[in-house]
């Protein structure tokens, strides 16, 4: 029958023990025997309110333990879990509740005015669920904590299949957004694969019961993310389903600070981020104060998404010695394309990755790029791979293409293979920029206009030109106490990269470029640009 989460976290749950924590947020701590015992009452909720195998299930709220019981509760109920992303509008988030078919939703009451705006335009939705202890409950929701305290808390009677799937709603340069689908026991293959380089590995749910009895529960991770994106999803279930417990920020936003002081506090030995984007205010802060928090747990750092420089690692390496920097290039489409790995005193360059042994890359013809010839290439990922994205045939069949019989997941990365067969990221071929004729990819431009030491973040877009096709423009906010000075910036630029990748146009801006899990926001970024060029 393959893998199924739901199977997992019941193996793993009788096999430690049920004081462990799993959740810690701020200063609630669910242990292991507490959550096992919620999710099952859920599930078994889910079930008799009428959700059938298949069924989605809809989450809406920022990070909190909450998720990841929703999310457990809809694997033992092999209900399929869809991502709702906070900061879309009403009329976004009835998009994906619409598209994705939602029968159950489980909000934050921080949300129920969207809610209740929408909700009668979707009749798919059958149960809406609040989260937390208001004492005004719409009539329209039942409370989550009731039905997490129903029934005995046992484990369900149920069978369950590796086909059961799991959604992941990504927008980017999909257009409107879409939902990734995954099989249970493909995504859990992609963990097997790179854990069996290590040696053997439980391949059973027996063998995993008695592996987890051997090993005792697992490591505490911190995704610093919001848990409705991969990065900081796919990064604490990979904790939980190793009998773990995940460490989540209360803030509403990102705030280096605090998720300084909750490692001070809870000693996780991993956590995940999103690039420079999270990478710099916590090398910000922790040189702000050097020693104020102790940071020796951390033995892994991984990242996801965004452009992880150099310059912020070798920052970090000076705090953290002992970590591991994993910085992982992957999309929610194809996960595993490669991985930049350093440590103290092993540098690697910006953007530089070792491919998967799954990966390939191929020309515009699809024929195989030859290494070290300098011709762009794009990325190629084989299988265990998506089915698809929801309801949509014909993404899907650009995407997951058929090359000399393997099936690939696409997703539009450009790389350059060097001649040892490393990878170096170009950037996103939807987003390339066409001037006179010449490729630029953003991504490297942006890079180079961040090592400017005046320059906090960067974006770069084309903006229409009569002369050019399209002008390479950036988009800067600078870091405090720095003076803007454009004609700096672009020679910065120009001392780094090909004279056609220069910028024609810098322009400063004090609003936030990036979504709250770090990724570039093109759209906020050319509207900036076009109304200061």
């Not at 059938?52 to 509760?73: F, T």
């Not at 399929?80 to 994906?96: L, Q």
């Not at 749910?205 to 610093?224: D, M, N, V, W, Y």
């Not at 698809?388 to 696409?410: L, M, N, P, Q, W």
């Amino acid at each position: 029958m393959g893998w199924n989460y739901g199977d997992i976290l019941d193996a793993v749950a009788s096999a430690i023990p049920p004081a462990t924590p799993a959740f810690l947020h701020g200063d609630r701590v669910i242990d292991w025997g507490e959550a096992d015992r919620a999710t099952n009452s859920l599930a078994r909720g889910l079930i008799t309110r009428g959700a059938v195998p298949g069924d989605k299930i809809a989450i809406y709220m920022r990070n909190r333990p909450e998720y990841l019981l929703a999310l457990s509760a809809g694997w033992k109920a092999r209900l399929t879990h869809v991502n709702i992303n906070y900061r879309y509008t009403a009329d976004e988030v009835a998009y994906i509740f619409d598209n994705s078919d939602a029968q159950t939703v489980v909000y934050a009451p921080e949300f129920r005015g969207v809610v209740t705006e929408i909700r009668a335009r979707l009749p798919l939705v059958k149960t809406w669920i609040e989260v937390g202890d208001q004492a005004d409950l719409p009539a329209f929701a039942e409370r989550f904590d009731a039905l997490t305290a129903e029934g005995n808390g046992g484990p369900l009677d149920i069978r369950r299949s590796g086909e059961d799937q799991f959604f992941i709603y990504t927008g980017g340069t999909t257009g409107l957004p879409k939902g990734v689908m995954w099989t249970h026991h493909e995504l859990r293959e992609i963990s097997q694969l790179a854990a069996r380089r290590l040696g053997p590995v439980p391949e059973t749910l027996a063998e995993l019961i008695e592996s987890t009895k051997l090993a005792g529960p697992g490591g505490r991770t911190l995704p610093a993310p919001p848990l409705m994106h991969g990065t900081g999803l796919l990064s604490a279930f990979g904790a939980m389903l190793a009998g773990g417990s995940v460490v989540t920020l209360t803030g509403q936003t990102f705030d280096a600070v605090e998720l300084l002081a909750a490692i001070d506090r809870h000693r996780p030995q991993s956590m995940a981020i999103v690039g420079d984007s999270f990478a710099k205010p916590i090398l910000n802060a922790l040189n702000a104060s050097p020693g104020r928090y102790d940071v020796s747990s951390i033995a892994a750092i991984i990242s996801s998404g965004v452009m992880w420089s150099l310059e912020v690692k070798r920052g970090l390496l000076e705090h953290m010695p002992h970590a591991v920097l994993n910085d992982a290039f992957s999309s929610s489409e194809a996960l595993g394309m490669g991985v930049s790995v350093m440590v103290d005193g092993a540098e690697v360059e910006t953007a530089k990755f070792t491919l998967s042994e799954r990966c390939r890359v191929f020309d515009e013809d699809d024929n195989p790029v030859k290494p070290g010839s300098g011709v762009p290439g794009i990325v190629a990922l084989g299988p265990p791979n998506p089915l698809g994205y929801y309801k949509d045939e014909a993404k899907s069949a650009r995407t997951f293409k058929v090359i000399d019989g393997v099936r690939y997941s696409i997703p539009g990365d450009w790389c350059l293979v060097g001649a040892d067969g490393t990878l170096t990221l170009l950037g996103r071929g939807s987003a390339c920029i066409n001037t006179a004729g010449e490729k630029v990819f953003p991504e490297e431009v942006e890079e180079a206009l961040k090592t400017h030491p005046s320059v906090e973040d960067a974006l770069v877009v084309g903006l229409p030109d009569e002369k050019w096709g399209q002008s390479v423009t950036g988009v800067v906010r600078l870091t405090d106490g720095f003076v803007f000075d454009e004609q700096a910036l672009r020679a910065h630029v120009r001392g780094r990269l090909a004279g056609y990748k220069t910028p024609k146009r810098v322009v400063l801006t004090t609003e936030i470029i990036r979504a709250g899990n770090g990724k570039a926001d093109y759209p906020t970024a050319k509207s900036i640009a076009q109304a200061n060029v």
